[in-house]
């Protein structure tokens, strides 16, 4: 089944703990992203990725890093969460490196940072 | 900075009334997409438009693209309780086209 898969579904970790959320496409997709949505304020970009080594930063890249050393791989790491990370986080991918095509997203990652 | 707004925020309607959500944008897209999120699920794309004063429809779904590319909407047909979820539009920014921004979303209830 054609999907992308991220990894936790809901995690509740400590300010400063170091944490990686993982992000996984089968579809070949070469485009890569991840959002993050806060009630209110709809879903923001974060980083995307062109293709394999090649990311770039969205609108609120503060606090993240990505790496795309694999074309299916896409995973988001915060060196050091904070509570105002505490968010729904998801991941999508999309066949090309344009936006004419639409996203397929992951299921989202609850993450409550304390 | 180019923004992206959809009305209204929240609808809430009667099983088998008909539904709108409007998006405009500041700025000129060269497409716009809508995707659907069910309550404790994931965005899923509905369609994308591109082309200037098109319409395309979905069985119940209708969906436009404003002759100036900056406006957009979805009009649903007699909803139905499986219509329920938050609808987004979204376009891609002027500064790169691999950057993709959604607006805000409405929200839609359907009373059975």
């Known amino acids: 089944e054609a999907q992308v898969t991220q990894n936790p579904r809901y995690l509740i970790t400590v300010t400063g703990k170091k944490l990686t959320v993982t992000c996984s496409q089968n579809?070949?997709?070469?485009?890569m992203s991840w959002y993050r949505q806060d009630p209110g304020l709809g879903l923001r970009q974060i980083y995307y990725s062109m293709n394999v080594e090649v990311t770039d930063k969205g609108d609120v890249p503060e606090g993240y890093k990505v790496s795309r050393k694999e074309k299916r791989n896409f995973p988001l790491i915060l060196e050091s969460p904070s509570p105002n990370q505490t968010s729904l986080y998801f991941c999508?991918?999309?066949?090309?490196?344009?936006?004419?095509?639409?996203?397929?997203f992951g299921s989202g990652t609850r993450l409550t940072v304390v | 900075g180019q923004q992206v707004m959809q009305i209204p925020q929240y609808q809430h309607v009667q099983e088998g009334e008909d539904f709108t959500t409007y998006c405009n944008s500041s700025t000129t897209l060269s497409n716009i997409q809508w995707y659907k999120q069910r309550p404790g699920g994931h965005p899923v794309f509905l369609i994308q438009?591109?082309?200037?004063?098109e319409v395309k429809k979905q069985k119940r779904l209708t969906f436009q693209f404003g002759e100036a590319k900056k406006n957009s909407s979805l009009h649903i047909t007699a909803t139905q309780t499986t219509d329920v979820g938050t609808y987004f539009c979204?376009?891609?920014?002027?500064?790169?086209?691999?950057?993709?921004?959604f607006g805000s979303g409405t929200r839609l209830l359907v009373r059975p």
């Open positions: 438009l591109v082309k200037s004063g």
């Open positions: 999508a991918s999309s066949l090309t490196l344009s936006t004419n095509y639409g996203y397929t």
């Open positions: 579809m070949n997709h070469e485009y």
């Open positions: 979204a376009g891609p920014k002027m500064d790169s086209s691999y950057k993709l921004i």
